[in-house]
């Protein structure tokens, strides 16, 4: 069986790999790129990295790779930015809580999917409100400027993602409205917030919002980047599932109108159903486009786990020559993993409802 | 219940335009309840156009249109009210891909009728039992035959209990050998009395159940007859011409 197997690889790679002089070429071209990245990179990041210490001594040796108990140091910051450490478990139990709904959520196995999504969309969000600002039930108060790391950047991209959605929705069908006033509108809304640069919006919010707004009337600094950041991801939305709509044949609309439905169950009963699973692969594309632009939070003041790290780069106590880029290889892996993960189960979701339509459920 | 309207349909004097173009000149045709027609003609003679703005899918500029005694204007609750009494089947079939063919037939019930879901699930299977594919329910649109599409369909459309049915060339996309599977059904529907319109080439079709036959060309209905009278006998040039280029090979 071995011999039988080997002789398959054998003829699998000569046929893929080395079919022509041009092939050849190419694939020892690609192996050449793949050594001389790979190597280095694992060299530095896990063979000549340093593991354990707790001071920057460990990592000045001039040979050492990356500086891991750096981020072992800073882990705490990173994961809760400069929340107060005695009100950590409230944060912690923000964590849990929200894994398991959408664990749940993920996992097709489960029941009762929608009360599930009720709760994460209604109570959760009154949950975490409570738990991390504090101020009622004997909780301390946590000012929003201290919320930080992980999670200032999963809670911006969570609001993001939830909200964008429905919103984008929205404004797509008004911008197909028949009314030409609703239609005007999500127009001008789209064009206007997606041609303003993220950064312009989150400087409006920050700072330019509270001199237009009257004294005393004024939200939360972090609300307002919320409201901005869910804005600018609503206008995106909005194009991806505008193209899912445009995607509908005339006749689907036809048949269900001639059966009698009214404009919302043919819209939500038959054009968005079809629409949105069309646009599924657009639609995690601005989730993880949004996910990543959470970062730019920094700008105005926010740590978030990319704010968080940058401001430990400065850390004297840790200042050696491969701090700063053992951060940001560390950051950039965190991210990595959620995107990954994002799109990941977005294929899943594509799978199953491609064999749902051909009847295999 | 029965309709006090002496005509299922009357379509008094209607045109409508797309752009600069007449697709229907001043169209007038009575249809009795029970009453079969078979519309025919060349392509572009307006017989779709004409059937489509029964249940108001193409809006008509002028004249009037009164479906079971509701007048068709853009009065949004009349056209629910006459869509939920018209049914219609396409060339195209027109499935909702996305759900199974026994949720095809149930939606409309279940949301525009508001029957209970029990009661459109039994109906529906009652129908699908009657064009013959009871056992294709919860299989989707894409897994069946166009024929079987096309039965779905008309399922689909009986399951509102209509009072008048449109078919919109229901044949036309059809491979040659499923033609006869989609007719025996329409031959059976109008054996049951269903008042019906026929946009179609099969002639056979017409020959077989039609009351009259309506022959348009250029927006007109150019003659209507019976069809032995309109077959032995065609009046207009325009419909000799168009009935030896259809019959004649």
Known sequence: ?361 | MMSDSPHAVEIRKISKFFGGFQALKSVSLTVDHGERIVICGPSGSGKSTLIRCVNRLEEHEEGEIIVDGVALTSNLSHIEEVRREVGMVFQQFNLFPHLTVLENCTLAPIWVRRVPKAEATSRAMALLERVKIPDQANKYPGQLSGGQQQRVAIARALAMNPKIMLFDEPTSALDPEMIAEVLDVMVELATDGMTMLVVTHEMGFARKVADRVVFMDAGEIVEAAPPEEFFANPKSERTKLFLSQILGH
């Open chain 1, 1 to 361: 069986m071995s011999a039988l197997t080997s002789l398959n690889g054998v003829r699998w790679i000569r046929e893929n790999l080395f079919s022509s002089f041009g092939n050849t070429a190419l694939t020892l071209f690609g192996l050449a790129v793949v050594w001389l990245v790979l190597v280095p990179a694992i060299d530095w990041a896990l063979v000549r990295a340093v593991w354990s210490g707790d001071s920057r001594e460990v990592c000045l040796d001039p040979a050492a790779g990356a500086c891991w108990p750096y981020i072992e140091a800073r882990l705490g910051q990173i994961v809760y930015g400069f929340y107060d450490k005695a009100a950590r478990w409230r944060v912690d139990i923000v964590f849990v809580l929200g894994a398991i709904g959408i664990a749940w959520l993920m996992l097709p196995r489960l029941p009762s999917k929608w009360l599930v999504a009720a709760l994460l969309l209604t109570v959760y969000p009154i949950i975490v409100f409570v738990l991390l600002s504090g101020g009622i039930f004997g909780l301390d108060v946590v000012p929003t400027s201290r919320w930080g790391g992980l999670l200032l950047t999963l809670l911006v991209a969570a609001t993001g993602i939830v909200t964008s959605l429905p919103i984008g929705i929205a404004l797509a069908l008004a911008r197909q409205s028949d009314l030409p006033v609703i239609k005007w509108m999500a127009i001008a809304f789209i064009e206007i917030v997606r041609g303003v640069p993220l950064i312009t919006l989150l400087f409006m919010a920050s700072n330019l919002l509270p001199l237009f707004l009257p004294d005393g009337m004024t939200a939360d600094k972090l609300v307002r980047a919320l409201v901005a950041f869910s804005l600018f991801s609503s206008a995106y939305m909005a194009e991806v599932v505008r193209g899912g709509l445009q995607a509908i044949p005339r006749g689907q609309t036809e048949a269900a109108h001639a059966l009698g439905l009214g404009y919302w169950t043919v819209t939500g009963l038959i054009v968005l159903p079809q629409a949105l699973r069309l646009v599924i692969p657009g639609i995690v594309n601005t989730f993880i486009g949004l996910f990543k632009d959470t970062t730019l939070i920094s700008i105005i003041g926010f740590f978030d786990l990319l704010g968080v790290i940058q401001s430990g780069n400065a850390d004297p106590d840790w200042a050696t020559p491969n701090t700063a880029f053992t951060g940001y290889i560390f950051v950039g892996a965190v991210f990595w993993a959620f995107c990954f993960g994002l799109s990941r189960y977005a294929g899943a979701v594509e799978t199953r409802l491609a064999h749902a339509d051909r009847g295999q459920k």
